[in-house]
């Protein structure tokens, strides 16, 4: 198939569909936000909610200011809603059928039913802003809601989603309504927090009312639980607001429209969110491939900057000041680290040193590094702590301004100290260390012990990088425990007991419905977990029967892909041909799993997009390169696109990959070269790229010999 033709001049924001994986279970945003703003805008429908309040096809009840994008379980967040509405001020309607809707790269449009009222939003980073036509001669109204709260389906407001447990609405004037909002719930913990904000109008109200779900209060306060405001403006035809939020104070929160919002022109500010949106994504220029093909990759890559959220520095923390910019809403490292924060060290080194500074800055307040870190609290852990194998990533990757001595001595806290909640932070440290492996009983022991293991190696490795040469060796060897799991006659790692017997009757093929309490294995089957030893990939290959037999395991595997979700702990699995030495089979599995698992539909992921990894699994394997995790390797894989050009951080340097063969009938790298010198091997080390570097690729319709001698290197193999 021939590409089709770009659309006009280079706009890369102009390619951004935010409908693309909106619904279940991909989770997307379809309303306006900047790269990693406070606020995330957009609408909520009908209960019961997705996680990020909407869903396609039913009503919209309110526009809200708070949202996370692409996470799973109950959510979070969905505050200070708004909604306008017609008729007397008392009457606001349950909710409207979205009509035309339509949404763009810091835009969302829609008519609300059949009530004639046209919406339009777009954004700053700390400001909201609305635009409201209502029909002719009718009587416009605004409801602010400061109770409002993403609930989702089958859980309890407060105790396990999201719902109000206080807070305040004060109409301060005939042009600004002011408030905080109290709220408990969500995934990862249950601890309060608060939202403040400052809404204000284009014109005078004529009226205002306060009250609370139950009916109006007299004056213009009130407080408590699920307390709301309705403003009355009478017959106009157009009503502009726009909507400060903060997570310190109303005083921020008013700060915050002054600062951003210096002239109120809605047509002003929603070109400038396009703007920031096309030099954010003008950071990756792609050639060629089809238009859905780099609709997909922008629209992923809006995702992929969309969390976590940037609080800068001393600014929107409400818990402490430091002089670290400070980040929000890590939900979680546990996807993230499964791929995208490697992509952000080459391609925002930056940015990734802020993060790295804002969890050693985290861990120096509460003693630990966070796995998840939302709404100012360490959250659920998932696998002990992801951020030992971002650390260990990062100096091997050669990131400066990073004080590696103090991550290194939070990552061995995490590994010795007995006295963490592991629920939360650190590890269940006595017993994998006293018998040198988890015991079944212990949460998920299989997918833990793995984890750990590979952390244990990443502990090592920075230590081998800091000179400490004893620390690493003493490592190195614990990460090789992950053997004390492995099942020869399951070919798989599998539970077992305390006292060194198995588990009966595990089946390494099965996968729960609700894979998340599974007792042995967190969201993944036996199989799928056993990919998951990246420090020796070898070895697994060795035990599996070799490499014939190992490639028949990938194989199989993902030709049962039905039967397991394409989760984070497997995206790297059809790469793993390159150990094998066949980077042509990981092209043919790589260029199946982009197509069957990723469209320009509203239910466009088939899974939820956590923290950019589906979107960094369709960008990095359409450029045809590849991390692994916690490693300064790269692997190298057939390109969408006939040129792309990645622009690395401040640098003024760009890596350019040429494929100019690249489409569907030539899926095959037959030959390769690197700044004009001849490549004989699938993959490459960071330090060759990272300075800048062009990768020129010849394609083919059918497989040759390259990249099957010089296999990728493995760390307790090298």
Not at 259 to 283: M, P, Y
Not at 581 to 590: C, F, T
Request: proline content about 6%; overall charge negative.
């Amino acid at each position: 198939m021939n590409p089709e033709p770009a659309p006009g001049p280079y706009d890369p924001a102009a390619l951004v569909d935010p409908f693309i994986a909106v619904d279940w279970p991909g989770n997307g945003l379809c309303g306006p936000y900047l790269p990693h703003a406070l606020v995330r805008l957009g609408p909520d429908t009908a209960h019961p909610h997705d996680t990020t309040g909407y869903a396609s096809g039913r009503p919209i009840i309110r526009f809200s200011h708070t949202h996370v994008a692409g996470t799973g379980g109950s959510g979070r967040y969905g505050n200070i809603g708004v909604i306008p509405f017609i008729g007397h001020p008392q009457d606001a309607p349950p909710g409207y059928p979205a009509r035309g809707e339509h949404a763009s790269a810091g835009c969302y449009e829609v008519t609300l039913g059949d009530s004639g009222i046209a919406v339009e939003l777009t954004t700053t980073a700390r400001v909201g802003l609305h635009r409201y036509r209502f029909p002719k001669g009718s009587s416009a109204n605004i409801m602010i809601d400061a109770g409002a709260a993403v609930q989702v389906t089958g859980m309890a407001p407060v105790t396990g989603t999201g719902g109000s447990i206080g807070g305040f609405i004060e109409i301060s004037g005939t042009d600004e309504v002011i408030g905080r909002a109290d709220v408990r719930g969500g995934w990862g913990h249950d601890h309060p927090y608060a939202v403040f904000f400052a809404a204000r109008f284009d014109r005078p109200m004529k009226h205002g009312l306060v009250g609370r779900a139950g009916g109006v209060a007299p004056g213009n306060t009130v407080d408590g639980v699920d307390c709301r405001a309705v403003c009355a403006f009478g017959a106009v035809d157009e009503l502009e607001m726009r909507v400060g939020i903060s997570f310190v104070s109303i005083a921020k929160a008013r700060a915050n429209i002054d600062r951003e919002v210096s002239c109120f022109s809605f047509d002003e500010i929603r070109q400038q969110a396009h703007n920031v949106w096309a030099k954010t994504l003008g950071r990756i220029r792609v050639e060629g491939g089809t238009v859905g093909e780099r609709t997909l990759f922008y629209s992923l890559f809006s995702r992929l900057r969309c969390m976590p959220t940037d609080l800068g520095v001393d600014d929107e923390n409400p818990h402490w000041h430091s002089g670290v910019r400070h980040f929000w809403d890590f939900y979680a490292l546990w996807d993230s680290v499964r791929n995208a924060n490697s992509f952000f060290c080459l391609i925002d080194p930056g940015f990734a040193t802020d993060i790295l500074n804002c969890l050693l800055d985290t861990a120096g307040r509460i003693g630990w590094f966070p796995d998840a870190w939302i709404a100012g609290h360490a959250a659920q852990s998932q696998g002990g702590s992801s951020a030992d194998v971002l650390f260990c990533d990062a100096a091997l990757k050669g990131l400066i301004g990073v004080d590696y001595r103090r991550a290194l001595g939070f990552m061995r806290k995490n590994a010795e100290d007995d006295g963490a909640d592991p629920r939360v932070c650190g590890r269940y440290a006595k017993p994998y260390r006293d018998i040198g492996y988890l015991p079944a009983g212990i949460p998920q022991s299989v997918s833990r012990h793995l984890e750990y293991a590979y952390q244990d190696w990443c502990i090592g490795a920075l230590a081998k990088q800091l000179g400490e040469d004893s620390v690493a060796e003493r490592y190195g060897a614990a990460s090789q425990r992950v053997w004390n799991l492995w099942r020869d006659d399951l070919g798989s790692f599998a539970p077992r007991r305390a006292d060194g017997t198995w588990v009966d009757g595990f089946d390494p093929a099965f996968l729960r419905p609700d894979c998340w309490n599974d007792p042995h294995l967190y969201e993944g089957s036996g199989h799928a977990w056993s990919f998951n030893v990246q420090h020796d990939i070898p070895g697994l290959i060795a035990r599996l029967g070799g490499a014939e037999a190992f490639i028949r395991r990938i194989d199989d595997f993902l030709a049962d892909s039905n039967d397991h979700p394409w989760k984070e702990i497997v995206l790297h699995t059809p790469w793993l041909y390159h150990y094998a030495g066949r980077p042509d089979l990981s092209a043919e599995k790589v260029r199946r799993q982009l197509q069957k698992h990723y469209r320009t539909e509203r239910k466009g992921l088939d899974d939820n997009e956590d923290m950019g990894c589906q979107s960094t699994f369709y960008m990095c394997s359409s450029l045809g390169i590849y991390p692994v995790m916690g490693q300064d390797l790269w692997l190298l894989g057939t390109p969408v696109f006939t040129r792309s050009e990645i622009v690395l951080g401040d640098s003024g340097r760009s890596l350019v990959i040429e494929a100019p063969a690249a489409g569907a009938s030539r899926p095959y790298v037959v030959a390769a070269t690197l700044d004009g010198k001849t490549l004989d091997r699938a993959w490459l080390r960071h330090g060759e790229i990272a300075h800048g570097a062009v990768i020129r690729l010849t394609l083919a319709e059918k497989p040759g010999t390259w990249g099957r001698t010089l296999l990728p290197p493995s760390p307790l193999q090298s």
